[in-house]
């Protein structure tokens, strides 16, 4: 029997996909098996991502966990290089921690089985209500999280039926690439199509604000700083906006307080402070507040004072026409470098810098990234709980407290009203790392879904059947 012509190029295509070589078609549209899903132009991409999305959607909600359950296998058989490149490419974390979160990503996102229906069934007949797909989804990542957020909203995303155009920090394109190379090598390995997720090669404010207007990107998913997440909310769009935060921790008289001195820097030196959940400063009952300290120097703190306060101010932050913004060069770098940059020799046994400050002090105001922590100390739990309100800015993000007193740690609750709110416990448990609960890395508290999951990236619909498929 004689082969059809489309019949043949199908065949050549899937030789050619197997051989990782670029079919004639894929390089004309810019990309290369060696970096599916990757685009020099972003609205080559984002055609590539509505032809997929088409695909996607036609299939049963079982083949979406196939491919689900692939890019889990993969992201764990590559956490290691992941993690290498990440430190690599944007000089911020631990490849140690970044192993760690990549694992946490593939164990602990939630898959299809986010995806629930409710039903009514009663005399006036049934009455459903189904979560379908946006379609595309632009996203924009940090180049904090860059890779975990990718593959993060990605197995959301394609567990609700949508497709994805990511914009990366472009400080973090390289790794950001490879983790949607990782996305779209594990849906053609399922048996998948390509392009499920894509990006551009160089993405740019101008890329950026194509997905912002593009009139086939039904939703904005935006992970980043207050700048990009008004962008996103002035856009016209549906947005999911995860934007900044400032988490203090309370540590009061009635805390386990050698256990909170662990927890404390175990969280806030977790790839080097760099999780947007992390305890950024603490505050402490002064009754307990020398004790505290004690035990985070024992868990491996250095304590500045005085001058090298002011030195450290200088070094980590800039004066920027008025504005004070962070000096980028050390974000999410060891203490002991840090340490050295202001003129004091550690070793790498040093994983925080803590200093005494008043809550109105520029380094405990301003959200670091670093492993650097203020200590402020208030007379009291209430005067604790003013304070932190202060210092998280309004952002609803994250706070964290030390307690044994359920009074105090609903006190706190209730009036900082953050999307999470830890206690007894290191930050990251947050994120179901030692804590009970699902992993994200989109944690939208400006626009009220809290820790996203595949639900989030989904519309409700509801189907009614009047006088039918009632049996009671």
Known sequence: MAIKEEQLQEIVKQVLLNLKVAAPEEVKNSTSISELGVFEDIHAAIKAAKEAQKKLKAMPMEFREKIIQNIRKKTIENAKALAELGVSETGMGRVEHKILKHELVANKTPGTEDIKTTAWSGDKGLTL??????????????????????????????????????????????????????????????????NLAVTVRKPTLETADVLFSHPDIALLAVTGGPGVVTAALSSG??????????????????????????????????????????????????????????????????KIEGEEIERLANLVLVNKNGKITLNRKWVGKDASKI?????????????????????????????????????????????????????????????????????????????????????????????????????????????????????????????????GLSIR
């Open 339 to 467: 340490l050295k940059g202001i003129g004091i020799e550690a070793d790498d046994s040093i994983r925080c810098i803590i200093f005494e400050a008043d809550k109105s002090h520029i380094l405990v105001q301003e959200e670091l990234m670093m492993p650097i922590l203020g200590i402020v100390r208030a007379n009291d739990v209430d005067e604790a709980i003013e304070f932190a309100k202060e210092l998280e800015h309004g952002n609803r993000h994250s706070a964290h407290m030390h307690s044994k007193n359920i009074d105090n740690l609903t006190k706190f609750a209730r009036e900082i009203d953050t999307a999470i709110f830890v206690k007894n416990a290191p930050s990251y448990a947050a994120l179901g790392f030692g804590g009970e609960g699902y992993c994200t890395f989109t944690i939208a508290s400006r626009t009220g879904e809290g820790l996203t999951s595949a639900k989030s990236f989904t519309k409700a619909r509801r189907c009614v059947l009047s006088d």
């Open 129 to 194: 209500v189904e979560m379908g797909p946006f379609g595309v989804i632009g996203a924009i990542t940090p180049s904090t999280n860059p890779s975990e957020t990718v593959i993060c909203n990605s197995m959301g995303m394609i567990a609700g039926g949508n497709t994805v155009v990511f914009n990366p920090h472009p400080g973090a394109i390289k790794v950001s690439c490879m983790a949607v190379q990782l996305v779209n090598e594990a849906s053609l390995e399922a048996g998948g199509p390509e």
């Open 237 to 302: 769009k549906r947005a999911i906006g995860a934007g900044a935060g400032n988490p203090p921790v309370i540590v009061d008289e009635t805390a386990d307080i050698k256990k909170a001195a662990k927890d404390i820097i175990d969280g806030a030196t977790f790839d080097n402070n760099l999780p947007c959940i992390a305890e950024k400063e603490v505050i402490a009952v002064d009754k307990i507040a020398d004790e505290l300290i004690y035990y985070m120097i024992q868990n491996g703190c250095y």
